[in-house]
């Protein structure tokens, strides 16, 4: 079966992604998705043009006290009677059954589990930026999202834009990282890419695959023809991204020699 072959750099390395060339999206349409489908409000906003900002939402005490729920909420569904287990060193106690086990429940957290985390999150943004968030009625039912990606693992996603899947076209993406190297592990993100004219992407469509794995999410694999270079946005611990879901981001490598990275992920619908 025939494939395509692509490369991406992120982090000063260079990575192949490869999918079946059936798959590949050929109905481009002449526009700019963001700027048809996304947000009215975001658009005013003052960081619109790079299509993201990191904000100083906690303090290092609060930040170290929503780490130690984190672990304990991965510690209840492992299963763990270890008192001074950290989600740091969560790759320790799994193999990658147990992992599979795991993600599967950390993948649609109830939203109460986290209260305390989203509501500092949302009322910051309220107050500095004038947004709310209301009830996606394309969804079932509002979730988190706990992403663990294990050191020397391919625990990612491919690249891609939230934004295809239209119940997340009027949403704020808010990636908050609990845990792992904040120097080189944070979010791999393309500045600027929500404006970019969809004719020019090259996509597949969803539930395709790469290197051999589904993902829902359509993958990107060009602009312009050419391979992509991701930037990995510093951030530090209590800081909080958030970008429009029309963003290309992902490919997510863990590039810690020895921490896990986690984050708490909501895609809240913007009230508008």
Aim: some cysteine; overall charge positive; hydrophobic content about 35%.
């Amino acid at each position: 079966m025939a494939k395509i072959n692509s490369y991406i750099k992120v982090n000063k390395k260079k990575f192949k992604i490869q999918v079946q060339k059936k798959d590949i999206n050929l109905k481009k349409k002449n526009c700019i998705l963001y700027n048809k489908y996304g947000s009215n409000l975001l658009k005013k906003i003052d960081w619109n043009k790079k299509g993201y900002s990191i904000e100083n939402i906690f303090t290092l005490p609060e930040h170290l006290n929503n780490q130690k729920k984190i672990s304990n909420c991965v510690k209840k569904i492992l299963k763990i009677k270890n008192r001074n287990f950290s989600i740091e060193n969560y790759h320790y106690c799994v193999n990658d059954a147990d992992h599979l086990r795991t993600i599967q429940k950390t993948r649609e957290l109830k939203i109460d589990v986290f209260q305390s985390i989203k509501d500092k999150i949302y009322s910051y943004l309220n107050d500095k930026y004038k947004i709310s968030f209301k009830k996606n009625k394309m969804i079932k039912k509002e979730i988190a999202l706990l992403r663990i990606h294990r050191p020397k693992k391919n625990d990612l996603n491919p690249p891609h834009r939230d934004g295809y899947l239209r119940c997340w076209s009027k949403s704020l993406n808010i990636w908050y990282m609990i845990s792992g190297s904040f120097k080189n592990s944070a979010l791999p993100i393309i500045p600027k890419s929500h404006l970019v004219n969809e004719k020019f992407i090259q996509v597949t469509r969803s539930n395709s695959k790469m290197n051999g794995t589904k993902y829902t999410v359509p993958i990107i694999l060009r602009i312009n023809n050419k391979n992509m270079s991701f930037k990995i946005p510093k951030i530090k611990p209590g800081q909080v991204l958030i970008f429009s879901p029309f963003l290309i981001h992902g490919f997510g490598k863990n590039f810690s020699a020895n921490k896990t990275r986690s984050s708490l992920e909501f895609r809240p619908e913007i009230n508008e």
